[in-house]
Nanobody
Framework: QVQLVESGGGLVQAVGSLRLSCAASGLSFSTYSMGWFRQAPGKEREFVAHIKFSGKTIYYADSVKGRFTISRDNAKNTVYLQMNSLKPEDTAVYYC?????????????????WGQGTQVTVSS
């Protein structure tokens, strides 16, 4: 059974930082490309960042580029999202996901495995 478990969310003031973790089990983690998505109340789930299985290729949404850093440790079956210079508009539930189908990494439908999400709230 595949499990993705996010942690590290919480309440932080604007310009603060948080580090999210996503621990994976039940899958061959080093062979999966991973993504982070977020969903704010009343909005659709949106792409945040993506890292290929090797860790050598990374993509970011324009809204987080230069502030967020995605990384992975294949020995620990874990993917991370370091979030700096947080803004109130970053408030959302953040999800990690494992990509099961090839294609455009920004599309949630290509990710077959999802975590339960972790709440990030940024106060102004």
């Amino acid at each position: 059974q595949v499990q993705l478990v996010e942690s590290g969310g919480g309440l932080v003031q604007a310009v603060g930082s948080l580090r999210l973790s996503c621990a994976a089990s039940g899958l061959s983690f080093s062979t999966y490309s991973m993504g982070w998505f977020r969903q704010a109340p009343g909005k659709e789930r949106e792409f945040v960042a993506h890292i290929k299985f090797s860790g050598k290729t990374i993509y970011y949404a324009d809204s987080v580029k230069g502030r967020f850093t995605i990384s992975r440790d294949n020995a620990k079956n874990t993917v991370y999202l370091q979030m700096n210079s947080l803004k109130p508009e970053d408030t959302a539930v953040y999800y990690c996901a494992a990509q099961r189908r090839p294609g455009t990494y920004t599309l949630p439908d290509l990710y077959g495995y999802w975590g339960q999400g972790t709440q990030v709230t940024v106060s102004s």
